[in-house]
């Protein structure tokens, strides 16, 4: 499989791939949750209790991240309509305002906070800035904006986030989506230097009702998120015509301390929905049946409902052993030139 090349990829690697026929997606949750609870038990004598369940839509508003790490807490917390209105341009030019908590951060050094901000500013990050707001062990509060901000704006901010002297708000402001990759990436980095993101500690989510499309500003058209057989949530196929971007589907992901593990979606099994969706992928009626006749003329005869899942058995081989990279679990690895070093070695 033609994969890029990081940590948790290799072109080559191995599944765990179940394809299952007269199924529902609660019967993938359960088989495969079930398969999960069962190796943790077994690999690592480790209980891992109910997976929870999450909307796709909640894990970018709370984590900026479709795969989030929930080890800790550090919530994003939306302050918008909070900060606007007091003449703070990077606020009240911006669609989304939003901080995350860092408890017991307050005593963070004028240095420590600039480290923060030039880690943002990263070009794989490409943030602008960062303003902080501290919650000083006296009780008193200390922006990097007091000048746009007084004390009773300030207790706004602290309510919404809930902070308790000692602790650290750091806020970032910009377009929703950016903005929230961004601050996933911090909220990351706090959890690595508080000591929140522990190798022999394990939390497991489902994400759920993933966006059947995604919008391509280059091409101007809907794309399919995950594959154009992945079927869409009954209730929402009449917004195909209205608003496409807000259609969900029957898709999901398993994640592990934020690192997704497995993901599957229901396929579509009828004919006219899987030709609607064509449609509104951009291809004529004579293009889907050039590229897909086989499988538009296969519906004919019909078809079962049908869907699955596949884990990554080397993600989950590095997540056991508690290592970064899928290299160290797999016999015969790639390099970064995609090349394995082995095939020179000498036979004895």
Avoid at 317 to 334: E, T
């Amino acid at each position: 499989r033609d994969e890029d090349l990081r940590a948790d990829r290799q072109p080559e690697f191995t599944q765990i791939d179940c394809e299952m026929s007269f199924i529902e997606q609660e019967d993938i949750l359960n088989t495969f949750e079930g398969l999960i609870r069962t190796l943790f038990k077994e690999v690592r004598n480790f209980d891992l209790p109910e997976v929870p369940r999450m909307q796709y839509s909640d894990a970018m508003r709370l984590y900026g991240s479709d795969k989030p790490d929930t080890r800790f807490e550090m919530q994003f917390v939306e302050l918008t309509e909070i900060v606007k209105g007091q003449g703070f341009p990077v606020f009240d030019n911006a669609e989304l305002v939003v901080g995350i908590n860092a408890n017991g951060c307050a005593n963070y050094t004028r240095k420590q906070v600039d480290e923060l901000t030039d880690f943002i500013k990263r070009p794989q990050i490409g943030a602008t800035g960062l303003i902080y707001l501290r919650h000083n062990e006296d009780g008193s509060l200390k922006s990097s904006v007091d000048k746009f901000y007084n004390e009773v704006e300030l207790q706004k901010w602290s309510a919404a986030l809930n902070t308790r002297p000692g602790d650290l708000v750091l806020i970032m402001a910009g377009a929703t989506d950016k903005v929230r990759k961004q601050l996933n990436e911090l909220r990351l980095e706090m959890g690595s230097r508080l000591g929140l993101r522990d190798k022999n500690k394990f939390s497991a989510l489902w994400v759920l009702d993933f966006p059947l499309l995604e919008w391509d500003e280059e091409t101007e058209r809907y794309h399919a998120m995950h594959h154009p057989f992945t079927s869409p949530k009954p209730e929402d196929i009449a917004l195909l015509d209205t608003h496409p971007g807000d259609v969900r589907a029957n898709a999901y992901d398993m994640v592990v301390n934020g690192t997704e593990i497995g993901g599957g979606s229901i396929r579509i099994h009828d004919r006219n929905l899987q030709a609607l969706m064509f449609k509104h992928l951009g291809f004529s009626t004579e293009e889907a049946q050039k590229q897909f006749g086989f499988l538009m003329d296969a519906f004919e005869f019909g078809a079962p409902p049908h869907g699955g899942i596949a884990f990554g058995f080397d993600r989950l081989c590095s997540i056991f052993a508690g290592l970064d990279s899928i290299r160290d679990v797999i016999a015969f690895p790639k390099n970064n030139s995609g090349r394995d070093v082995m095939i020179d070695s000498p036979s004895t």
